[in-house]
């Protein structure tokens, strides 16, 4: 199975702050990939698909790039509204796998 | 309005079997297919498996192969979950989600999820 590293596990950063996560596979994965918001009690959110699409309805503040095996999520600046855990998750081939998740915090 | 409406929360012991589901609604259930991912306490997401309820295709993690069985019923528009005998291991929120594959394969609507509780 392809290994999704994720980093940081977690990250502090002020309101405003431009935040940055990495997914990387250990393999070439084109740019099959997903970027997921969980907040606690709930379920994921999709926000970024194909690796730089932006779902519909997901704030411009969110994007992503990367093909290949490595991948960034950018958020442009930090709301108080986006405190929650990011995954990646890798639907190149079976099984899909998902990187361990980023918390993002509030200094 | 796509939802998915996944079964209540679950209390059992080890041993026990269980089925849990996630009905589909808002869209042709047959023609998307649907994830399940498992979350333990405290822990991240662990993607299951999914099938396709046009025809029941399933493709599963071989870490749950054998444990789990994913199945369909698209008459009703649902999934569902099935263990023939619990572990305390399977304690966890289970989701289940929506894959639409035209852009992509995205999980672009998820249950609101289930609590399952294996416990002696």
């Known amino acids: 199975a392809i290994q999704m590293t994720q980093s940081p596990a977690s990250l502090s950063a002020s309101v405003g702050d431009r935040v940055t996560i990495t997914c990387r596979a250990s393999?070439?994965?084109?740019?099959?990939l997903g970027w997921y918001q969980q907040k606690p009690g709930k379920a994921p959110k999709l926000l970024i698909y194909?690796?730089?699409s932006l779902q519909s309805g997901v704030p411009s503040r969110f994007s992503g790039s990367g093909s290949g095996t490595d991948f960034t999520l950018t958020i442009s600046s930090l709301q108080p509204e986006d405190i929650a855990t990011y995954y990646c998750?890798?639907?190149?081939?079976?099984?899909?796998?998902f990187g361990q998740g980023t918390k993002v915090e509030i200094k | 309005e796509v939802q998915l409406v996944q079964s209540g929360a679950e209390v059992k012991k080890p041993g026990e079997s269980l089925r849990i589901s996630c009905k589909g609604s808002?869209?042709?259930?047959?023609?998307?297919?649907i994830a399940w991912v498992r979350q333990t306490p405290g822990k991240g997401l662990e993607w299951m498996g999914i099938?396709?309820?046009?025809?029941?295709?399933?493709r599963d993690s071989p870490s749950f192969q054998g444990h789990v069985t994913i199945s369909a019923d698209k008459s009703i528009s649902t999934a569902y979950l099935q263990w023939n005998s619990l572990k305390a291991s399977d304690t966890a929120i289970y989701y289940c989600?929506?894959?639409?594959?035209?852009?992509?394969?995205?999980?672009?609507?998820w249950g609101q999820g289930t609590l399952v509780s294996v416990s002696s």
């Open positions: 099938i396709y309820p046009g025809d029941s295709n399933t």
């Open positions: 194909g690796a730089s």
């Open positions: 998750l890798q639907d190149y081939n079976y099984p899909w796998t």
């Open positions: 393999q070439g994965i084109r740019d099959d």
């Open positions: 989600g929506r894959i639409d594959v035209l852009a992509g394969a995205k999980v672009d609507f």
């Open positions: 808002g869209y042709s259930f047959s023609n998307y297919w």
